[in-house]
């Protein structure tokens, strides 16, 4: 937080240029380009890898990260992400991505899923788990 504040304004031209372009690529160029492209209601996809665990040593590994729902985040366009199942024991979750104003439908896909696959279970939250 404190770097970002040394950046300056958010009314500056560089970072109003630098958002422009972000949110043109997300946006026109990208989610609603696909979509309309392919006749879509929304984008799925994996929202990242099996959640990770937690390594008192080394700090948190990340297992990866869907494309999709960052590219949400930078249009500013709605996302809701459900349980999609496990992996050795370790959740991964499943991501619904649509255009501007598409929450209702995203929350009825998300909930169709949900309803269909009975993929969230209680956690558990054992000591450690057991990863190849």
Same mark, same amino acid.
């Given at each position: ?69 960052? =590219? @949400?985040?930078? +249009?500013?366009?709605?996302?809701? %992400? ?7 024991? /370790? #959740? ?14 995203? =929350? @009825?896909?998300? +909930?169709?899923?949900?309803?269909? %696959? ?7 939250? /054992? #000591? ?5």
């Amino acid at each position: 937080m404190i770097e970002a504040q040394t950046r300056g304004p958010l009314t500056e031209p560089e970072y109003r240029d630098a958002r422009a372009l972000a949110c043109r690529l997300a946006r026109d160029e990208g989610i609603d380009a696909i979509m309309t492209r392919h006749q879509l209601d929304a984008l799925v996809d994996l929202t990242n890898g099996p959640a990770w665990l937690i390594d008192p040593v080394h700090g948190d590994q990340p297992t990866g990260y869907g494309a999709i729902y960052p =590219l @949400a985040a930078i +249009a500013g366009y709605p996302s809701i %992400t459900v349980p999609a199942g496990t992996d050795h024991g /370790l #959740p991964v979750g499943l991501s619904f991505v649509g255009r501007a104003w598409s929450e209702a439908r995203l =929350l @009825a896909l998300a +909930a169709d899923f949900e309803a269909k %696959t009975r993929a969230r279970r209680v956690p558990l939250f /054992l #000591p450690t788990a057991k990863v190849p």
